[in-house]
């Protein structure tokens, strides 16, 4: 039978477990208090010099309707004078935006309820590389994230197949990059590339391999420091089937993944004349 002592010792034993389990509950449930967060899908886009790119932010919490007035959203560029972009009152705001971003920007109203405060950036630029800053403020919650944009050049290779020689062609690439060929074994094959510059300084890449054999598929493998693009080409009579998929570096998300797919007809009268 338990000794009077030993029914002490047990019981103050239950007591702090107990304690100890209530102070947890009400430290989580204070960690939890609805904090708001704003969070980008990506913190480091890379952007296709020339076309557009969305710059991701999002805050975890839904805005009412009748709320959404009041709901302002500002993006800044580190080490830019006025602002990237601003919206306020229901409306876009551009007193204080820079020049450079003139006529480029835009967020979209109607997704700011769901708390989406994702920036549009048209025509990109090489001098839009840096570190942006989205702030957004509501009654309801609101928090800042950073996005550090890169730019660079790339297109997808269009291939031809003349006279046992397959043709690699990509119109736009920067910074400089590599080519690299390979079979289906992966076996490095003996390439020959040439890379050009026009007036901006972005690079033509033309890229031979010879021989090939039709029906084989062959990997093209364009990359730099910031962008792969790996193509499998298949050669057949007629044509080459060209398959590209780009991926970007560094903590690259599953959305920075493009799927592309190119076809090639060859003309025979290569052949011919
Ligand atoms: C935010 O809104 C834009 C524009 O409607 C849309 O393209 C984008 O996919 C949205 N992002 C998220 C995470 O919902
Ligand atoms: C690769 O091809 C070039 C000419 O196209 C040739 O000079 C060179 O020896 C070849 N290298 C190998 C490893 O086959």
Not at 150 to 165: I, L, M, Q, V
Not at 179 to 203: C, H, P
Request: charge should be negative.
């Amino acid at each position: 039978m338990a000794s009077f002592g030993n029914i002490i010792f047990y019981s103050m034993i239950i007591l702090i477990v107990l304690f100890s389990a209530l102070i947890i509950l009400l430290l989580a449930l204070a960690f939890s208090d609805e904090s708001s967060e704003v969070t980008s899908t990506n913190t480091l886009p890379i952007a296709n010099l020339g076309e557009d790119i969305l710059l991701s932010c999002n805050l975890n919490i839904k805005i009412e309707l009748a709320k959404l007035r009041q709901v302002s959203v500002t993006w800044e560029k580190t080490n830019l004078k006025g602002l990237v972009h601003h919206y306020q009152d229901g409306a876009a705001d551009f007193v204080d935006q820079n020049s450079q971003f003139k006529g480029r920007t835009q967020v979209f109203p109607e997704a700011l309820g769901s708390g989406n405060a994702s920036l549009l950036l048209r025509d990109v630029r090489s001098s839009d590389e840096g570190e942006y800053t989205c702030t957004i403020s509501s009654s309801e919650g609101g928090g800042m994230v950073n996005i550090k944009l890169r730019t660079a050049a790339f297109t997808a290779p269009k291939f031809k197949f003349s006279n046992g020689t397959l043709v690699a062609e990509a119109s736009r690439w920067f910074p400089k990059p590599n080519v690299t060929w390979s079979d289906e074994a992966g076996n490095i094959l003996n390439g020959s590339t040439s890379l050009k510059q026009n007036s901006a300084g972005i690079y033509r890449v033309v890229s031979t391999l010879q021989p090939v054999n039709v029906s084989d598929t062959y990997t093209c493998r364009i990359e730099n420091e910031l962008v792969t693009s790996v193509s499998k080409a298949t050669v057949t009579d007629t044509e080459v089937f060209g398959r590209t998929y780009f991926t970007f570096s560094a903590a690259s998300t599953l959305l920075a993944s493009i799927y592309l797919s190119t076809l090639s007809i060859i003309l025979y009268t290569c052949y011919l004349t």
